[in-house]
């Protein structure tokens, strides 16, 4: 057996077991978890120092670099990023009835863990704690492969937790590293769809395309978030100028940032002064419509089919429209199935807004900001999907269950 | 834009609208559908004709012969297939709240369709209309890749499904029949991963491992029905009996038919005599263990490897276990997490194998023969998922559907 077929094969028969804990019995490894992160703080910034190191050797990007920095602070985040999880309802076992056969047979539904959840990141060390404690929590074993610029880290991290493990007797492969980053590893792994059930990539697009394509195992996809806000005509326009500003200036680099303003024509004189002086203010580029590009300076001028660009900088593109369909079609024809926002005072154009526009997140007078795992109430964010099959949106605990049919009788056959 | 394209493109640009439709204008539309088919019958029949002489022309086995076969009768089982299909709740904007937030958003979940859906299966006519109306009421397009055998029925179906979308100026995409039976269109329809969200193969295993390895779009996978029913020390002896000969020989060529019977030994002694009578004077051809051989005339002995077979006929295979837990253990080993049944009076028990067995239906004392959408109360069945990604079970509405986020604020932005 392979290296790689062998952790799959022991994570497969560990969950086996963690699918049978009890919700209390799981939160006391859990809170195991987060006592020994905080009391492990030096060897884990000790193996932290040798990736930075290598980091700079190899002249990593600072922004990169940032992300790979273990700090007391950072250690402290993500012990208590576990203790969120511990307060989260525990999905497993949870049962809902379907109701009962006029032959008397009752028919239920209990949630199941999924198996074995394999995460394929980049230079982030935190994920190891994270998806190792949501996969924990929902009764899945977990198979971490992160870049190698964070191998040490991640494995430092890893062997306290599995130190918690074996204090409970519990085999240690439910929380399993891929120790070697070499990519034909990777393609290795992909393959295991015997013993893996789910991968979740996280990255850019590159990766997440990748991995569909070579994955013989089921991959949650999330490509890009190229979210709108829409200021309807009977939007509180004070409201629309902050949703705007928070969504494009409060975070760039983000897949729920703001790339796109769409303004019905009936307030467009009275708001986009306000937008294009706000967002001039912050140093925002502006790409627009002919009708809009007259309101800002030094605007660029986007034809028709121009728009739909992820910036993940300080961009955006502006969109007057007719009225709310041309709304609707907008979105439909530029948007990514991540999030959408609608700023407006009446509430059923915000009800037709939620209903119409086919989008994982769609909001009414929120910032798309808030379209992350931990702002929803789902604790860490495990990913967000942008398409529909099993998840759609920030995946939470319960988007690592599934649902098995229970049915009950009391002897009766088929005629 | 090749003709597949085509299809794809334009069932996704349909399934928009229909998206959109109320609960009761779809219900009407799927009453006219009803009756249209009983108005038609003369069409359809003599449609069916012609597949019914090429089938003859070609030798076809006189099984399959016999499932392309229509007659008034089971046309008239279509349409009550479609007005059971009415009565359904209709999963599609239902909402469940998922709390507020400290900050005062409010955060839901509401049902939509997920857009399309494509069927590629074998020689099964009324396929056309179960899932032609199933997806319907879940507001998704659909597209129906039958086998050539059945196309003239197909075509025939479809053509009178169309001319009541027609009377409700409903796009007739939304139930699209491929014309061209062709093995390369296929394959192009796998590849239209941009305007199908999901592909639900229902034949052999061959036909569905060609649809997995090759498909860009996800596939529901089923792959085969090891059924067992396990006979606890607790059972109620005439009640498992019952279930055995029942899931055993009521239909054998079905994946929900018993494969396998596994007795605890405390009561074998008695039950199995009982049992080795009953299915022998069945004519059912039996596979034991070592320790059951003996209780039947010309048992096959089965080594511990041999088990897990499919037999899809009269023959079975029989295993004595020490006890629960080795009867957990054997049914993690050789089955398809399908349908696994026990038959036993102690709640406890039943209640333990219904959290500890890895199956899509775990049944306590029913028969095996109830896994099925129909038998379920899911109405006509779409199909059935042995794999836990989106679906896992017998298939009904809600698994045609997917959960976006609703987020509803007053302003709020993010810190």
Redo the contacts between chains.
């Keep these: 057996m392979s290296l790689i077929t062998e952790i799959a094969h022991n994570a497969a028969q560990a969950a ?1 077991t963690l ?2 804990l009890s919700t209390p019995q799981k939160d006391a490894v859990l809170r195991g978890m987060a006592g020994a992160l905080r009391a492990s703080m030096d060897e884990i910034i000790r193996a932290n120092q040798q990736d930075l190191e290598a980091a700079r050797e190899n002249q990593l990007p600072a922004a990169m670099v940032d992300r790979l920095t273990l700090t007391p602070e950072r250690i402290e985040d993500m012990a208590q990023g576990i203790e969120t999880i511990i307060e989260l309802p525990d999905p497993v ?1 949870t049962t809902r009835e ?2 009962s ?1 006029p032959n008397g ?1 009752e ?1 239920r539904k ?1 949630r ?1 863990p ?2 074995v959840v394999c995460m394929i990141y980049e230079a982030r060390p935190n994920v190891t704690a994270d998806a190792g404690a949501l996969c924990f929590k929902s009764g899945n074993g977990v198979i971490l492969r992160g870049g190698k610029e964070a191998l040490q880290s991640s494995l430092a991290i890893a062997k306290v937790l599995h130190g918690v493990l074996e204090t409970h007797s519990l085999p240690t492969a439910l929380i399993s590293v891929i120790p070697d980053p070499d990519r034909s590893l990777m393609m290795e792994l992909m393959q295991q769809k015997d013993y893996i ?2 991968i979740i990539p996280r990255g850019g697009e590159g990766l997440i395309q990748f991995v ?2 070579n994955s ?1 195992v ?1 991959v949650i996809q999330h490509f890009k978030g190229v979210c709108h806000l829409y200021v309807d005509k009977d939007a ?1 326009l ?2 629309a100028l ?2 705007l ?2 969504g494009k200036t ?1 975070r760039t680099g983000v897949c729920n940032a703001l790339e796109g303003l769409i303004v019905h024509q009936d307030i467009a004189e009275q708001f986009l002064p306000q937008a294009a002086q706000a967002l001039q203010q912050r140093g925002v580029k502006i790409n627009a419509d002919q009708a809009s590009a007259g309101y800002f300076d030094n605007a660029t001028v986007l034809s028709d089919d121009a728009f739909g660009e992820e910036y993940l900088s300080l961009e955006i593109a502006v969109k007057q429209v007719a009225d709310f369909s041309a709304a609707v079609a907008h979105i ?1 024809r530029f948007g990514s199935h991540h999030t959408e926002v609608i ?1 407006t005072q009446d509430m059923q154009t ?1 009800e037709l807004f ?3 526009v ?10 798309s ?3 992350d795992g931990g ?3 789902l604790g860490a964010e495990i990913g967000i999907a942008t ?8 995946m939470g605990l319960e988007s690592l269950t ?13 005629d």
Tied chains: 1, 2.
């Design positions: 086996k699918a049978l076992g379907l109701g056969r047979i028919i209990m199941v999924l198996g059930d789910l569909t394509q013989t089921p509180d004070d409201k902050q949703l500003l928070n409060q439909d700023c915000a939620q209903r119409s086919d989008a994982s997140v769609v909001m009414v007078n929120a910032s900001r808030f379209s702002q929803l109430g398409t529909k099959l099993h998840a759609y949106g920030p599934t649902e098995k049919y229970l049915v009950n009788g009391e002897g009766q056959i088929r």
